[in-house]
């Protein structure tokens, strides 16, 4: 296994045990979205989809071209994703890092979403919902 391989799962493992959203204390989830939203209209505006083909030839034991693969990507994505950013940053939300609740910490106990951004502390955890969401709990504020 080559050492970028095994950078690479190293960092996939880590970047597991963590929840990692664009954050503003005291924000609604409806506040977030409506601002996300916003910010996707505004880069997809400014920074549109620019698709490019590239063909490269494909070659058998002789040396002959047998054929062709292509590859199509968005050049702009990586533009797109950063006026996103830039834009959620410009309405007071930064990136943040929230570890997931571990399983000890919620047998037994219900918990309740929370409403608004509350400042991060050692408390809020990250909880991956069914559908795949993920909503923030506090753990010193169970309902039993």
Do not use: W
């Amino acid at each position: 296994m080559t050492h970028f391989s095994l950078a690479l799962i190293t960092i996939s493992v880590l970047a597991a045990c963590e929840y990692t959203p664009m954050y503003k204390v005291g924000a609604s989830e409806q506040e977030t979205n409506v601002t996300q939203a916003q910010c996707n209209t505004f880069a997809a505006n400014t920074v549109p989809p620019m698709i490019i083909t590239d063909r490269y030839p494909v070659y058998d034991n002789r040396d002959q071209i047998v054929g062709y693969r292509s590859e199509v990507y968005d050049v702009n994505e990586g533009r797109r994703h950063t006026a996103v950013r830039t834009c959620m940053q410009e309405q007071g939300f930064s990136r943040i890092n929230v570890p997931f609740c571990k399983n000890e910490q919620l047998t037994g106990r219900d918990f309740t979403a929370l409403q608004q951004s509350p400042p991060i502390t050692d408390s809020v955890c990250a909880v991956r919902q069914p559908s795949g969401n993920h909503v923030l709990i506090d753990l010193n504020q169970s309902l039993n």
